[in-house]
């Protein structure tokens, strides 16, 4: 089993700045990408930002330039540094693994979500 711990999520005002931590921990022999997706009320789960072990990173149009992912492969922690929040950034943000356990089962968790709210 794999657990993951969210945090650094909270209420900002427009302009201003987060950062969001994900770590994980548990029956994991290996990860493969770490990302952050997110879901506003009515609307469909969606990709922010996904990075690879290898460091290859990818992002959705609408944070291009504005967030950015990293991750500590050492610690299986993968933050989300969000700049220049915009009301539409406003969501439940999830963390997702991907990689294999210790006993070779595909690993697809994902964590109990954070809420960012943009508002002033």
């Known amino acids: 089993q794999v657990q993951l711990v969210e945090s650094g999520g909270g209420l900002v005002q427009p302009g201003g700045s987060l950062r969001l931590s994900c770590a994980a921990s548990?029956?994991?022999?290996?990860?493969?990408?770490m990302g952050w997706y997110r879901q506003a009320p009515g609307n469909k789960r969606e990709l922010v930002a996904r990075?690879?072990?290898?460091?290859?990173?990818n992002y959705a149009d609408s944070v291009k330039g504005r967030f950015t992912i990293s991750r500590d492969n050492a610690k299986n922690t993968v933050y989300l540094q969000m700049n220049s929040l915009k009301p539409e950034d406003t969501a439940a943000y999830y963390c997702?693994?991907?990689?294999?356990?210790?006993?070779?089962?595909?690993?697809?968790?994902w964590g109990q979500g954070t809420q960012v709210t943009v508002s002033s």
């Open positions: 997702n693994v991907l990689g294999l356990a210790n006993d070779w089962h595909p690993i697809d968790s």
């Open positions: 548990g029956n994991i022999a290996s990860i493969n990408a």
């Open positions: 990075i690879t072990s290898g460091g290859k990173t």
